[in-house]
C-alpha cells in the first residue's frame, strides 16, 4: 500500500500566512512605487465580504496591484527564492518540519497541499523535502509573463480535495490502495480530513478544533 501524507501550507507548516507576505515581499524587493495602490486593497476585501468578489477574484485583485499584470516569471525567480528562505526561517514550526521527517521516515510520500500560489509555494516545498505540491495555479503565457489569472479554481475547501483526487489519478493511484495521513489547521480543509484515514488538525482554529472533537480527529498544537 502507498503512503502518503499531505500538509496543508499556511498555518499548519508556517506559523502565519504566506500569500499576502509573498506579495509585499515582491513590492519592496521589485516595485516599492506600488505602494501607491494600498489605498485600493480595502475594495477587494470590501467586496468579498459582501460576496460580490469570489476568493479566487480577491487574490487575483490583490495580485494585479501589488505584482503587477504582466511580470516576467524569469526575473521573478531570484526574489521568489529569497522568500522562501525567509518563510523557513522565521515563519515555520519546528515541531510541523519535525512531523515531516517522521513522516518521511515511516516511508509515507510527502505532498503539500495549499490555496497558496504554486509560483512561490514550489520554492518552499523544495526546502521542506516535499515530493509532490498540489497548489493554486497561475497563468503564465508564451512569453513567460505571469498574468492575474488562475488556472481552474482556488486550491481551498472542496475544490482542494477535487485537485487532490485528480493527483491520485495522475499518479495511478486507487484510493483503495492508498493510506493517506491530513494535516490542516483550518476548518475549510475538513473536506480533506474526511477523505483521509488519519486525521490530524494541527494547531487548529477554534472551528475546527471543534470539528476535529467531534469527529474524533488528533488533535496536536505545534507553538
Known amino acids: 500500500m502507498t503512503k502518503l501524507a499531505i500538509y496543508d501550507m499556511d498555518r499548519t507548516i ?3 500566512g504566506t ?17 501607491v495602490f494600498l489605498p485600493l486593497l480595502p475594495f477587494g476585501f470590501i467586496g468579498y465580504g459582501l460576496k460580490l468578489v469570489s476568493r479566487k ?7 494585479r496591484l501589488l505584482l503587477g499584470s504582466k511580470p ?13 528562505d525567509k518563510v523557513m526561517r522565521a515563519n515555520s514550526y519546528a515541531k510541523a518540519i519535525a512531523q515531516l521527517e517522521a513522516d518521511r521516515a515511516e ?16 520554492a518552499i516545498a523544495k526546502r521542506l523535502g516535499i515530493d509532490d505540491v498540489i497548489a493554486t495555479r497561475l497563468k503564465i503565457d508564451e ?6 489569472e488562475i488556472i481552474g479554481e482556488n486550491c481551498y475547501d472542496e475544490a482542494k480535495l477535487d485537485r487532490i483526487k485528480s493527483f491520485l489519478d495522475e499518479q495511478g493511484l486507487a484510493r483503495e490502495s492508498v493510506h493517506i495521513r491530513a494535516y490542516s489547521d483550518h476548518v475549510s480543509d475538513a473536506p480533506m480530513l474526511d ?6 488538525a494541527t494547531t487548529p482554529t477554534p472551528k475546527l478544533r471543534a470539528l476535529a472533537k467531534r469527529r474524533g480527529w488528533k488533535i496536536i498544537d505545534w507553538d
Open 57 to 63: 477574484g480577491l487574490k487575483t485583485y490583490n495580485q
Open 107 to 122: 516511508g509515507r510520500k510527502l505532498v503539500l497541499a495549499t490555496a497558496s500560489y504554486e509560483l512561490y509555494v514550489n
Open 143 to 148: 512569453r513567460g509573463q505571469v498574468l492575474p
Open 195 to 200: 477523505f483521509a484515514d488519519e486525521a490530524i
Open 72 to 84: 516576467n516569471v524569469a526575473k521573478l525567480e531570484p526574489h521568489i527564492e529569497r522568500y522562501a
Open 14 to 16: 508556517t506559523v502565519r
Open 19 to 35: 500569500y499576502t507576505p509573498f506579495l509585499f515581499h515582491m513590492v519592496f524587493a521589485r516595485a516599492p512605487w506600488r505602494l
